[in-house]
């Protein structure tokens, strides 16, 4: 039986209009309540979930749901990392829409729920911030290369860009024009296919937080978190090697490629090391993030201090 | 130092208890956010990147007194210069003391690697390097021995904060904020220097209130 995705059925626009309807109402509501009890504003709630003692494959335990969604970056809503959950506690994840295309034989645009249909195994993964902090995060998705054989990259393809949704009144950052929004972030074609790329649609066994870039992000765990890109909207595969957000905002600083490596320092910051949260005592950091041994001969021959 | 008109005692007064609240405060805020889980899940950098802040907006203050004493004839603003002084540095301690003792548990061969590497630590340590003398010699025994030496060692305050400044600049990721408190130390430096350019005329009639100007305050 073919089922129906309800992003389908109902336009963007007018379903939007009436979340915002539903959602003005809550508020109201809500605020009344809040109101008659005299009560302060509520902070999002962060649900404490069981680790089941898991941990990474080198036996780092998992970060904390709480730790995990409540400190990052994501600029589309705020600078302030203890501040983006907040903020994002409103944006509507449902209906999505991907839309692949660029170099393809079958270009398409795939719902959330084609997404899903993809696969949902989990991944433990290792996060770096380029700032110096990381976490142990367990992931559920799909390898992005199973999307890419669906759409049939032609033999011209030889990146992948990646796009951010732009929608400045669900994500206040974005008035900031200082930035060159939408967010872009690229892979060469060959790391795209790599099995560890994952497109993430869950965390914690749960449908992926609005905070951490839901309802679908790009993870690549040997790359500064950076590179992987929240709230994907647009997927195209391309000759010439995407400019990111970043790139174009300080070219001297993030490079295409941004593999984590203590040997290279950002040019203002060392990578030596890192701090897990929750630790106290800081991490020595691990060339591509310890996942050296399945993506370095991605990079064999490469100068990977001219290639940063 | 006598002056000829002031405001009244206990208007200085209050602006001093002003300052040594207001000083006080983030600490208050800093220490009571810890207390209460309302700091993030990585409280170290929240706890350096707090102090580090207040140590320049206090550092950045008590170097607008003498610009505000020049360009509005604020004589009691001079008497701040040196608790917002002080109280900048009791900052710059706590920063350097979390960076040094938390956030890198006193491993020094790593603070070693961190110094040379990241040259916002060195522009920061050098920073606290030519602030540390001026903190030490802040007592009035100390302005009496040093003598005419005193002013000239004082001077300092300026390449620490232009340092300080760079020390921010060159750890943000965009240099918006950095650049707004470069354009303060530019515009007190700015007054400085006309000063010193058209000083002579200035300095002469120093003891002089400009005319008109807050009149009114000078009675409330």
Redesign the interface.
């Given at each position: 039986m073919h089922k129906i995705p309800a992003s389908e059925i109902t336009p963007e626009q007018l379903y939007l209009s009436r979340r915002a309807f539903l959602g003005a109402a809550g508020a109201l509501s809500a605020a009344a309540l809040l109101a008659a009890c005299g009560g302060g504003t509520a902070a999002p709630a962060a649900t404490p979930l069981p680790t089941d003692g898991r941990t990474d494959e080198l036996g780092a335990p998992l970060s904390s749901f709480?730790?995990i969604t409540?400190?990052n970056n994501y600029y589309e809503f705020t600078?302030d990392?203890?501040g983006v959950a907040r903020l994002a506690q409103q944006f509507q994840t449902s209906p999505w829409a991907v839309q692949v295309g660029g170099l393809v034989g079958k270009p398409r645009t795939f719902s959330l729920e084609e997404l899903l249909a993809l696969g949902q195994e989990e991944r433990i993964y290792r996060l770096r911030c380029v700032?110096g902090?990381s976490m142990v995060i367990p992931w559920r998705g799909f390898p992005l290369h199973k999307l890419l054989a669906a759409v049939e990259p032609q033999a011209g393809a030889k990146y992948v860009r990646f796009e951010t949704l732009f929608r400045p009144e669900a994500m206040p950052g974005q008035h900031d024009q200082?930035y060159p929004w939408p967010y872009v972030e690229g892979l060469r074609l060959d790391e795209a296919m790599h099995d560890l790329t994952l497109l993430a649609t869950g965390l914690y066994g749960r449908d992926l937080t609005p905070q951490n870039g839901g309802p679908v992000r790009l993870v690549v765990p040997w790359k500064y978190g950076f590179k992987s890109i929240k709230a994907v909207v647009k997927i195209d595969l391309v000759a010439e090697a995407p400019t990111s957000l970043w790139m174009a905002?300080a070219p001297g600083e993030y490079g295409f490629y941004a593999n984590v490596n203590p040997e290279v320092?950002h040019p203002?910051?060392?990578q030596?090391?890192e701090?897990r949260?929750?630790e106290?005592?800081?991490r020595p950091t691990l060339r591509f993030n310890g996942y050296a041994d399945q993506v370095a001969a991605l990079y064999a021959g490469m100068d990977l201090r001219a290639n940063y | 130092m006598p002056a000829e008109r002031r405001p009244a005692p206990t208007i200085r007064r209050l602006v001093a208890l002003a300052v040594h609240l207001g000083s006080l405060l983030p600490l208050a805020l800093l220490l009571f956010a810890g207390a209460t889980g309302q700091l993030s899940v990585n409280p170290i950098q929240d706890l350096t990147l707090r102090t580090g802040k207040t140590a320049l907006v206090l550092l950045l203050l008590s170097l607008a007194c003498t610009p505000l004493n020049l360009l509005l004839g604020w004589k009691w603003a001079l008497g701040l210069r040196k608790p917002l002084g002080l109280y900048s540095f009791l900052y710059i301690c706590l920063h350097l003391l979390i960076f040094a003792g938390v956030d890198y548990g006193l491993d020094f061969g790593q603070i070693g690697q961190a110094i040379t590497e990241k040259r916002y630590v060195l522009a920061g340590l050098a920073s606290f390097l030519l602030l540390l003398p001026l903190a030490l010699t802040s007592t009035k025994g100390a302005m009496r021995r040093l003598g005419r030496w005193w002013r000239r060692l004082h001077w300092l305050v300026y390449p620490a904060a232009l340092l300080a400044v760079l020390h921010f600049l060159w750890l943000a990721k965009t240099a918006r904020e950095p650049l707004i408190f470069g354009a303060v130390l530019l515009a007190v430096l700015a007054v400085r220097a006309l000063r010193s350019l058209g000083a002579p005329a200035r300095i002469a009639n120093r003891s002089a209130q400009p005319p008109a100007q807050g009149s009114e305050k000078r009675h409330g």
């Open positions: 709480e730790q409540t400190y600078t990392k203890a700032e902090w200082l905002l320092a203002r910051w060392s030596a090391s701090r949260i929750g106290l005592p800081r | -």
